[in-house]
């Protein structure tokens, strides 16, 4: 297989489960060092050694992206460990729903700083990484932020995640005006029902709700998703897919 990232550093948040974690592995298989962050070192340590395992090569850094100021110092170790860096994954994300009324405003707020602040905050300190490594070996640059289909249709419930999740999908596209004539592409992927553990953080209730919903519906993997971010940032320079949606086949 040719390895279209050779060369290439990518810092991937979120990536000790799910879309994550898959991504890690996809990038590091097309031949990009990978930087792996998240809360769960253990975890972590697992992915990069399945990368290892494959002739990867991954870094693990340990770190709550939701605290203020963890992703300005996480994106500086990054770039010490990797000596650049080419593409960022934001990929870190929560989905608390439930009744407003009943659910505490700690959930809100976790969903927040963590989904859109985090998401916001690596992304400005990654931001002039990138615009450096644009301008020598493949002459561009990516970002890539998950999304959601939460991010284009609101649902009773849901408020603050698709408050979240419509405010990446903006940011995302402001950025990639931005920032198009520096040669950094900023894409935005917003994946429908995916197996991923981010369904069993929810309150009961909400967990039902969904379950009901999708009773019928064959979920997207996380592989799948991966595959498509990695289409993305191996793209020739010319080609920017600045917009991904990804549904299950079967879900209306």
């Keep these: 297989m040719t390895k279209r990232l050779e060369g290439c550093v990518a810092l991937v948040t979120g990536a000790s489960s799910g879309i994550g974690a898959a991504t890690a592995i996809e990038l590091a298989a097309q031949g990009a060092r990978v930087i792996l962050a998240a809360r769960r070192a253990e975890r972590l340590a697992d992915i990069a050694g399945r990368i290892a395992e494959a002739g990867g090569e991954a870094r693990v850094l340990a770190a709550d992206i939701a605290q203020r100021g963890v992703p300005a110092q996480l994106v500086a170790d990054a770039v010490a460990a990797g000596g650049r860096l080419d593409i960022l994954v934001n990929a870190a994300g929560v989905m608390l729903n439930g009744d407003s009324i009943e659910r505490p405003l700690s959930e809100w707020e976790r969903m927040v700083d963590l989904n859109l602040m985090a998401l916001m905050a690596a992304t400005k300190a990654a931001l002039p990484h990138l615009v450096e490594a644009a ?27 698709n408050a979240t999740k419509f405010g990446v999908t903006a940011f995302s596209e402001a950025l990639r005006q931005e920032f198009a004539r520096r040669n950094v592409r900023v894409s935005v992927v917003e994946p429908g029902a995916v197996r991923t553990e981010l369904f069993d953080h929810q309150a009961p209730t909400a967990q039902a709700r969904l379950s009901r919903i999708l009773s019928e519906v064959e979920h997207l993997h996380p592989e799948d998703v991966a595959e498509a971010i990695a289409h993305i940032v191996t793209r020739p320079r010319r080609v920017a897919l600045s917009e991904v949606v990804i549904r299950p086949t079967d879900h209306l």
């Design 135 to 161: 301008k020598a070996g493949r002459g561009v640059a990516d970002v890539v932020n998950i999304s959601s289909i939460a991010g284009r249709v609101a649902a009773g419930t849901v408020g603050v995640y």
